[in-house]
Each structure stands twice: as C-alpha cells, then as structure tokens.
C-alpha cells in the first residue's frame, strides 16, 4: 500500500503563485506515476498535470499549460505542483494521487477512476 501527504494549500491573489508537494510512503517502488487533480464546489474532480516516476516525463491538462510545473524528487519520494499566474477558476481542493506500475503499464489514460492512491486534499483559494 501507499501513502499520500500533501502540504497545506493557501490563499494568493490572482497572478500569483502557490507551490504544493505531495509525500509518499509505503510500497513506493510500485509507483508508476503520480498526478495532481482538483475539484471545485458542485464540479467533478479534474486532472490538472501528471509525472511519469522513472523518466520524469509530463502532461497537463490546456487549463493549466503554461502555468503550472509538475516535478518529482524521488530520493524523497515527493512530487510538487508549481503553480504560476494563478487565476479565480484555479480554486479548488487538489489532490494528490499515484497509481501502481502493471502490466501493461497503465499508459496515458488520467481519468481519475484510474489512480489508486489519493492524498487528503488540500484548498488552494486565488482571489480576485
């Protein structure tokens, strides 16, 4: 099993910035990437950006391209969520999450239903 962490959220004003991180433990060595989603009031859970954990490889959603960095430290077993330019509809709770490495690998497919760890969420809140 694995375990998510995540830092504490914040409230910035619009245009700037916020850095989360996510900390994992237990069966670390199963992981095969890691991804960060957001949920707004009465809105379903989106993904925002993934890291693949051996290469380092990236994708985020058009909403947040440009804007936000996902990177990983593995020796620490953390990801981080750079968040730049920060707009109002960025507010949400984000979470943290990972799936395990399979056979196939799990490819390219970031629905939510598709991760098996979640961190607790935490509230990122960008005023106007």
């Known amino acids: 099993q694995v375990q998510l962490v995540e830092s504490e959220g914040g409230l910035v004003q619009a245009g700037g910035s916020l850095r989360l991180s996510c900390t994992a433990s237990g069966r670390t060595f199963s992981i095969y990437d890691m991804a960060w989603f957001r949920q707004a009031p009465g809105k379903e859970r989106e993904f925002v950006a993934t890291i693949r954990w051996s290469s380092g490889g990236t994708s985020y959603a058009d909403s947040v391209k440009g804007r936000f960095t996902i990177s990983r430290d593995n020796a620490k077993n953390t990801v981080y969520l750079q968040m730049n330019s920060l707009k109002p509809e960025d507010t949400a709770v984000y979470y943290c999450?990972?799936?395990?490495?399979?056979?196939?690998?799990?490819?390219?497919?970031?629905?939510?239903?598709?991760?098996?760890?979640w961190g607790q969420g935490t509230q990122v809140t960008v005023s106007s």
């Open positions: 999450a990972g799936r395990r490495s399979t056979w196939p690998p799990p490819g390219s497919d970031y629905r939510a239903s598709k991760y098996d760890y």
